[in-house]
């Protein structure tokens, strides 16, 4: 690989990595806050209001979104994070036995404790939908719905924020896929005396 086409490698990397630490730090920042939020809702609206169980499985779909959005584009530009750190490994002729760079090593498996806070933010995520549709249950009692009506008002809203997290699994399994597809790729096309 000539100098040229590495400088303009490293170029490349210098912005999505620069791309990648913002849309990190601003889409996960919501988070803290968004699940004060919604906690507050959910427990201060146990005592007022028809619609807060409603309203608190709609805001927490609302947060499940945004996280997916950004877990999506993150993933998105580490994907070429990982490309990238592939050819400029092939131009600097390291081994890919090596240890990879840092984007190889994360994309797809995330940061260690990632498991850890996202069963924490799930345990959460859980309770709140949990009380917010035993309120809704509640409500759509003293409005004398149907037992049909009682089930598809709960069960609608706890489907779509399945269906969220859901989608943010099959993500992370397909990336995971991906970066190991890009590494394959690549250890077949490098020679091993490289």
Known sequence: MDEQHLRALLAEYAA??????????????????????????????????????????????????????SHTLLNRIGLRLVAIELRIRDGLALDMRE???????FIGYGCPGYNVYFSYFAF?????????????????????CSLACH????????????????????IDRRVARQRNALIDRRVAQVPISQ
């Open 16 to 69: 999505l990595s620069s791309s990648f630490d913002k849309h990190a730090a601003v889409g996960y920042s919501i988070l803290p806050l968004a699940l004060t939020a919604i906690g507050g809702v959910a427990i201060l609206g146990q005592f007022k209001g028809e619609y807060v169980g409603i309203g608190s499985s709609l805001l927490l779909l609302l947060v499940i979104a945004w996280i997916g959005v």
């Open 151 to 170: 089930v598809a008002g709960v069960a609608i809203p706890v489907a779509l924020n399945i269906g969220g997290v859901l989608t943010m699994y099959l």
């Open 124 to 144: 959460i995520a859980v309770l709140v939908l949990f009380f917010s549709m035993y309120h809704w249950w509640g409500t759509l009692t003293t409005w004398n």
């Open 99 to 105: 240890e990879p760079f840092f984007f190889t090593s």
